[in-house]
């Protein structure tokens, strides 16, 4: 394997998460939920750790939930989303916040999608799913039956 792991390059490796939450129990509690659903995850309560990550791993989707300063997760997003070796790596996003506003500014930002807290986790693992599916179908070269 190259210096960056590609989880859903290998079909031997499950396509993989970064979790970026500053909440160390809903961080646990979202990276379990993905972990029970077949998912790699890699944690980070900082930007300064999701760079740790980003340089030995390209992850397959990120899921941010910055509880403390919804304004810097947008801004996260917003950097996320313009990092070049990030392209197509849809980015996910869970507020407590259900202004419309908000939610426009989190999809404007970057998000591919928006969730709202509290979040069943059987729909967090869903969607993750349904949003890295045309990834992971493109990188194995399997074509996406509708």
């Given amino acids: 394997m190259?210096?960056?792991e590609h989880s859903s390059r290998d079909t031997e490796h499950p396509p993989c998460v970064v979790v970026v939450d500053d909440n160390a129990a809903m961080r646990q509690m979202?990276?379990?939920a993905l972990e029970t659903a077949g998912?790699?995850?890699r944690e980070a309560?900082?930007?300064?750790?999701?760079?740790?990550i980003l340089a030995r791993t390209r992850p397959d989707a990120l899921?941010?939930?910055?509880?403390r300063s919804e304004k810097e997760g947008l801004q996260l997003v917003a950097r996320m989303h313009a990092r070049a070796s990030l392209r197509g790596v849809p980015i996910l996003f869970l507020s407590g916040s259900d202004a419309d506003d908000f939610r426009g500014q989190a999809l404007q930002a970057g998000a591919d999608w928006?969730?709202?807290r509290p979040l069943g986790m059987l729909d967090l693992q869903a969607r993750v799913a349904e949003l890295i599916a045309p990834r992971t179908a493109q990188q194995t070269g399997?074509?996406?039956v509708s």
């Fill in 63 to 67: 899921l941010i939930d910055l509880q």
């Fill in 30 to 32: 979202l990276a379990l």
């Fill in 45 to 52: 309560a900082t930007e300064i750790e999701l760079q740790r």
């Fill in 114 to 116: 928006f969730g709202l």
């Fill in 2 to 4: 190259t210096s960056l």
């Fill in 39 to 41: 998912f790699a995850v």
């Fill in 142 to 144: 399997k074509q996406r």
